[in-house]
């Protein structure tokens, strides 16, 4: 079966300083995405970034990038100028690649989440 | 294009009641799951429909959880009766196909057992 660890509870940045936020996993499929997915007080789940297994390069989406070591099953997140708004909880997730008929498929499995504290 | 709906945002029941929440996808989207989400952790999986099809209700507690999706539109998560430990944020996703595509979340229904 496969885990999602986020061992970080809670993390703190400064305004416009950079973070980044830890996460591995464990699988044995060779074929996978990991995301990462913020959840602020409101609780409404918003996609991130995404992550296909298959690629070597790193996703990038404006601020947010991540560093992918697949060989190490590490998937961190990095946000750049942190903004007040970036606030909230993250959580990684972890989703096979598989066909629609299989059990496993688009099934998220996510990590304990990270709260995230951005200081003015 | 409205996003995913569920109510009610908050719930408050005694012990052994029943109780229902409800979810209306984004229109077109063909997958539809539920996952519970206890304080302070991530969500997991109950139930994820492919249409009206559930297909993968392996961590639903059956003997006093359902669901159901009867026209593969709309879907409908019970607990009867619910029990102490079910308080929690319930929430609905829903995605074109469950292959490839991004999974769009609602709000959450968050229950509160006393």
């Known amino acids: 079966a496969q885990t999602v660890t986020q061992s970080q509870p809670e993390m703190s940045v400064q305004e416009a300083e950079t973070v980044t936020l830890s996460c591995t996993y464990d699988t044995s499929e060779s074929d996978y995405y990991l995301f990462w997915y913020k959840q602020p007080p409101s609780r409404q789940m918003i996609l991130v970034i995404r992550?296909?297994?298959?690629?070597?390069q790193n996703a990038t989406e404006n601020r947010f990038s991540v560093n992918f070591q697949k060989a190490a099953k590490s998937f961190s997140l990095k946000i750049s100028d942190s903004q007040l708004g970036d606030a909230a909880m993250y959580f990684c997730a972890y989703r096979s690649a598989g066909l629609s008929g299989s059990s496993n498929t688009g099934k998220l499995i996510f990590g304990q989440g990270t709260t995230l504290q951005v200081k003015p | 294009e409205a996003g995913v709906v569920q109510s009610p945002r908050y719930k408050i029941i005694e012990k052994k009641q029943p109780v229902a929440f409800w979810c209306n996808p984004i229109?077109?989207?063909?997958?539809l799951y539920w996952y519970l989400q206890n304080l302070g952790q991530g969500p997991e999986l109950l139930i994820r429909y492919e249409n009206e099809e559930a297909v993968d209700d392996s961590q639903l507690p059956k003997d006093r959880f359902s669901a159901e999706r009867l026209k593969g539109v709309d879907s409908t998560l019970k607990i009867q009766p619910a029990e102490l430990g079910d308080s929690a944020v319930y929430l609905c996703?829903?995605?074109?196909?469950?292959?490839?595509?991004?999974?769009?979340f609602g709000p959450g229904t968050r229950l509160t057992v006393l």
């Open positions: 996703a829903s995605s074109l196909w469950s292959s490839y595509s991004e999974q769009f």
């Open positions: 229109s077109g989207h063909n997958t």
């Open positions: 992550q296909e297994a298959y690629k070597q």
